[in-house]
């Protein structure tokens, strides 16, 4: 449990879905679960901040400067900045040396702390159970710290460790805490300390107190329930605790697990509750660890509340039960009952962090004790607790106002971490959803995805999927339009990389990640494309030129990567949808329309395709499913047919309004279909087949490209399409593999199709009847002669 006994433990674990992304949270899925769920800090943010460092003491933060050296030649030092490259080598080679006396010659020239240290550390790593090596590796520490300060400051906290550890070897004579304390007063006293020995020392201090009837006890004791622990002494338990707390408050995730073992042994039992219940820090510790480590009892199984996982089908996210977000199958788990009442029946001046306690209540069900709690503090967690007991009573107003309360508190408020001060602001979003707020709404959640928290789960970008729903789905598209305009400025494009800017193409796309903004007008620029308003979406495409934005190709052999340039490709389409409409002939519009098929069909997903639900842009369309809403299969029942019945279906529970239904519904990608801009690819075919000679090329070719674009999304379609081609086509050489292996359609051949098909009949008829020609001939000069006499006889007449 000191500091190099933190072996593996980590206090929680990232959900990997196998064969898949990392699916991020999102607070839409469960709304009930969100609003209602209890605000738990992280046990590590909480047992931090048990206790204040009142000094510049903090653990070790540098890396080593390993410079390539194997892991088996790696040495302490190479933790230390001060030494250079040269200096590290030549304390290696001491250290490889047979004993303190040799190595301490092979230091000459290094500075005499750290070869005195260098060869003392020798002198320990030999120890044979002799007396000789142990008194010869003191005697060098102990030189170490009689030489004058400004000579032995560079190793003086060093030595006095080792100093420490020798004094607390099993068998010692001497185990007292002074030996450690003075690793700390020479650290405060200037000691160069590189890898944090100082705050390590708070940790093994603590172990000195874990002594009991049984012996020493470590983590495995105290992890694994053993009988050791019960053996210490109360006063020496809150000891150990309190040096703890010391380490974890000087950033040592040593300390932090340290007690989070002592936490959750003593909530087994609770007469180890009411011993570190006795202090302030015993106390605000299993509060802390109650409401971040304890989870609550998923039907009836008592060995649920150590399951990290055990909810996650049902809400789609880590972390223990929690049943305050009011599943059926969960009910408070009884230790947290056990220990809310002890802190309500001591009273509310012997409580310690209320807000803390508020939250815990809450969760159990004891809500006007949680009121009273909340009520006493103006931290955001305790307007937070005050939100959440609001939207219970179903005064979704008080707690838009409680949520506002929490927000404001910040930055100067530290009752939150990182993650929940970013899901706090993400659940006053939420709340703006479910009062019909929509354009607040995403301005809150697009605030939040905006952000950039490093102790955020998914910091890039976090709950961009809820942000994404609620500009795709709930606003119309002249509401994001405006909220666009007025919030997300195009970002700055990045420069060219040299390769692509002289070449045009790149083996190796360093790609820059796109941000909230960068995403939101590409979103929006695509919801544009679908509607229709072409022209309206080219200014919030990125720029041709963006080099984040990159398709892949195949050059020379291999594998290179040139500019994607969506809005390139929407231009493109935008000039074959007016050349479909504007061009003379109908050979020249069918062709404009085949182009725009052919561009949706290729370059769809880049300029049309929906964020989420159908197309999934946001997975680049490899998957269907893992953000935004979802239809869930219903054993039995109909697929819904309608947009009302799929919104119906999708949009279920508390928390939904009719009107953000009905905007889900309006707002649905037509056709809803899978890559829905395959199917206008096909629809655009089959207008440019419309325009040409059913019996041309052009036609069975433009056919059996509209076939081969949904032939494997939609095969009714594909057959409803090659039946059209059976009816009124033309034999054609591809026939055989229509919708499949297509070739161009001849659209220079099929606009003369009907001047060639004319002749060629006339062609026929000819050669079916050779009189014909003179015939037509005679009959023609017989006419005009005949009209050559009428003309004379009426002027003789006359």
Not at 69 to 89: C, K
Request: net charge neutral; charged share 25%; with cysteine.
């Amino acid at each position: 449990m000191a500091r190099t006994l933190a072996l593996g433990l980590t206090a929680g674990v990232t959900i990997v879905i196998a064969c898949g992304p990392e699916f991020p949270a999102q607070l839409l899925d469960d709304r009930a679960a969100t609003l209602q769920g209890t605000p738990a800090n992280s046990f590590a943010y909480e047992a931090s901040r048990l206790v204040r460092a009142d000094d510049r003491i903090a653990d070790a933060v540098r890396e080593p400067i390993f410079d390539g050296v194997p892991g088996s030649q790696r040495i302490p030092e190479d933790g230390d900045p001060a030494l250079t490259r040269a200096q590290r080598d030549q304390v290696r080679k001491m250290r490889r040396q047979a004993d303190g006396d040799a190595a301490y010659a092979a230091g000459a020239g290094l500075p005499e702390a750290v070869r005195l240290y260098a060869a003392g550390a020798v002198d320990l790593q030999r120890d044979d159970g002799t007396p000789a090596p142990l008194e010869q590796g003191r005697a060098r520490m102990q030189a170490v710290l009689d030489l004058p300060p400004d000579q032995g400051a560079a190793r003086a906290a060093w030595a006095a460790y080792a100093l420490a550890r020798i004094d607390a070897r099993p068998g010692a004579a001497r185990h007292a805490p002074e030996p450690w304390r003075a690793v700390r007063a020479l650290v405060r006293a200037g000691a160069a300390d590189p890898l944090g020995l100082a705050v390590a020392s708070y940790g093994e201090e603590a172990l000195l107190y874990l002594n009991g009837t049984a012996g020493p006890c470590n983590y495995v004791d105290f992890m694994e329930n053993t009988t050791c622990p019960d053996g210490i002494a109360p006063s020496d338990i809150q000891k150990a605790v309190q040096l703890y707390a010391e380490q974890a408050a000087r950033g040592s995730d040593s300390g932090v697990q340290s007690l989070r073992f002592i936490a959750g042994w003593a909530l087994e039992d609770p007469a180890r509750a009411r011993v570190l219940m006795q202090s302030t820090v015993g106390q605000r510790l299993l509060v802390s660890y109650g409401l971040a480590r304890l989870g609550d009892i998923v039907d009836d199984d008592l060995g649920s509340a150590y399951d990290n996982v055990v909810n996650y089908d049902a809400t789609v996210r880590d972390g223990v039960a929690d049943a305050a977000q009011g599943r059926a199958s969960v009910r408070p788990n009884p230790t947290l009952v056990t220990l809310v009442d002890a802190l309500l029946r001591a009273g509310p001046a012997a409580i310690e962090d209320a807000d803390r306690v508020a939250a815990l209540a809450y969760r159990v069900g004891r809500y006007d004790q949680a009121e009273a709690l909340a009520g006493k503090l103006e931290t955001a967690l305790a307007w937070w607790v005050r939100a959440k007991l609001a939207i219970r009573r179903g005064d979704m107003d008080q707690a838009a106002q409680a949520y506002a309360r929490a927000a404001q508190a910040f930055p100067q408020d530290t009752s939150l971490d990182g993650g929940n001060r970013t899901l706090l602001a993400g659940e006053q979003g939420v709340v703006a959803l479910s009062r019909g707020q929509f354009v607040e709404a995403l301005d809150l959640l697009y605030a939040v995805s905006s952000r950039e928290d490093p102790a955020t789960p998914y910091a890039d970008k976090v709950y961009w999927s809820d942000t994404a729903y609620i500009a795709e789905r709930v606003l119309t598209t002249d509401e994001l339009r405006r909220f666009v305009d007025a919030r997300v400025p195009a970002p700055p494009t990045p420069p060219l990389p040299d390769d692509l800017r002289t070449r045009g193409v790149t083996d190796q796309p360093a790609q820059a990640a796109l941000s909230a903004a960068d995403d939101l007008r590409l979103l929006l620029a695509r919801r544009l494309m679908r509607d229709g308003r072409y022209r309206e979406a080219l200014p919030y495409f990125p720029a041709d030129d963006d080099p984040r934005f990159l398709d892949a190709a195949y050059v020379d052999g291999r594998n290179v990567y040139k500019l994607g340039s969506p809005r390139r490709k929407a231009q493109a389409y935008l000039d074959a949808r007016e050349r479909a409409s504007d061009a003379w002939g109908r050979a020249t519009r069918a062709q404009a329309w085949f182009d725009a098929a052919r561009i949706a069909r290729r370059d769809g997903m880049a300029i049309m395709g929906s964020e989420l639900d159908p197309d999934f842009a946001i997975w680049d369309g490899f998957l269907s499913y893992g953000a935004g809403r979802y239809l869930p299969q219903r054993d039995g029942a109909q697929a819904p047919v309608t947009p009302a019945q799929r919104a119906e279906l999708a949009l279920s529970g508390p928390y939904i309004t009719d009107a953000e239904r009905a905007r889900y519904a309006a707002s649905e990608t037509r056709p809803y279909s899978r890559y829905h801009y395959r199917e206008v690819a096909a629809s655009n075919a089959l207008r440019a087949a419309d325009l040409v000679m059913p019996r041309s090329q052009a036609y069975a070719a433009t056919l059996c490209h509209a076939a081969a674009y949904v032939i494997n999304d939609n095969a009714p379609r594909a057959r409803a399409i090659y039946q059209r081609y059976i009816d009124h086509g033309a034999y054609v050489p591809f026939g055989a593999t229509f919708g499949r292996d297509c070739p161009p359609p001849d659209f220079d051949a099929a606009a003369t199709f009907v001047y060639r098909q004319a002749w060629a009949r006339a062609q026929g008829i000819m050669a079916r009847h050779p009189w014909l020609p003179m015939g037509a001939l005679a009959l023609v000069l017989g006419v005009g002669a005949a009209a050559v006499w009428l003309t004379r006889r009426a002027r003789q007449t006359r």
